[in-house]
């Protein structure tokens, strides 16, 4: 049976276990310097991901930043929520049912069985969870295999809730990394885990906090909103409520970063964001979108940072 091994010099760097659009990879540099400003500002410093998504920030937080000690995340996905919470206290049967779920796929000789296989564990994913530690487990192990041999790694719903991303194709993906399973169960130790929606982490904030806020964007053109990560859709209503609650923040005495698209991509007339905004710092950065269903929705945007400080 697989054991977890915890020698320290043989842990790599945390990294996302899951491939998620709108993963902050590319704009790192750009957080990172003011993450790191805050810390040389405060001695102690609370963390706050009220999006956490794919984690690409937090476990860059995880892997650079170890004088933070109490970080918290949160997200309204209830199977992303789970994963993580799944993979910080049973990381080693994870690991075991994972591997035999890619060990089941590589044995398959035909790309056309390996999507029948695919389409077998979507349904099954999509099938109502048992509320028990081995559903949380299968759903789990299903969610990283789906994520692995899906269409670009979409994590996409119907209204209903349903996965729906079609077959990737892919030859030989890497199903099961336990390397940086192990790893991020070791560092999700000290990470409160919450589900729902971000407004309840407001509550978790003592002075000082520092809040990277990473909301569904807001489609720059109206042909875009392709994807949704949840049932629950994050609109124009939503966005003025995230404003709302950086104010919130801000009178409170706490820091934010978020970070949201640029509208003004397609359109210079656009100022939704920049009238919503008005009183915060609006940084724009360039960004390479390398995942989306049509191909002028690649290559390289600006998206926004927006701060309070």
Request: charged share 25%.
């Amino acid at each position: 049976m697989f054991m977890l091994s915890f020698d320290e010099a043989s842990l790599q760097k945390p990294k996302p276990f899951l491939k998620w659009v709108g993963g902050k990879t590319q704009l790192i540099n750009e957080i990172d310097q003011m993450i790191s400003y805050q810390i040389s500002q405060h001695k102690e410093l609370t963390y706050v991901e009220p999006f956490v998504g794919g984690g690409a920030v937090l476990f860059h937080v995880l892997s650079k930043f170890s004088q933070i000690k109490n970080i918290v995340i949160n997200d309204i996905n209830l199977n992303l929520i789970s994963a993580y919470k799944l993979i910080r206290e049973d990381c080693q049967n994870l690991i075991s049912l994972l591997t035999n779920i890619e060990q089941d796929y590589y044995s398959l000789d035909s790309i056309e069985a390996q999507q029948e296989f695919y389409l077998a564990k979507r349904e099954e994913f999509n099938q109502e969870p048992k509320d028990t530690q081995f559903g949380l487990l299968t759903q789990t192990a299903l969610m990283l295999f789906l994520n692995k041999t899906c269409f670009n790694g979409l994590y996409r719903v119907n209204k209903k809730g349903q996965f729906n991303v079609p077959f990737g194709k892919y030859k030989q993906p890497n199903i099961c990394h336990t390397n940086n399973l192990i790893s991020v169960h070791k560092n999700l130790q000290k990470v409160k885990i919450l589900q729902g929606d971000f407004e309840q982490t407001l509550k978790y904030a003592q002075p000082p906090t520092l809040f990277y806020l990473d909301p569904p964007y807001k489609p720059i053109k109206s042909t875009s909103a392709f994807t949704s990560y949840s049932s629950e859709r994050f609109n124009d209503e939503d966005q003025v409520r995230l404003k709302q609650f950086c104010d919130q923040i801000h009178s409170n005495g706490h820091y934010f970063v978020l970070s949201n698209s640029d509208v003004k991509n397609f359109n210079q007339e656009n100022t939704f964001f920049d009238d919503l905004y008005e009183h915060y710092k609006i940084k724009r950065v360039k960004a390479r979108r390398s995942i989306n269903s049509k191909g002028d929705g690649r290559g390289e945007l600006f998206e926004l940072l927006v701060t309070n400080f």
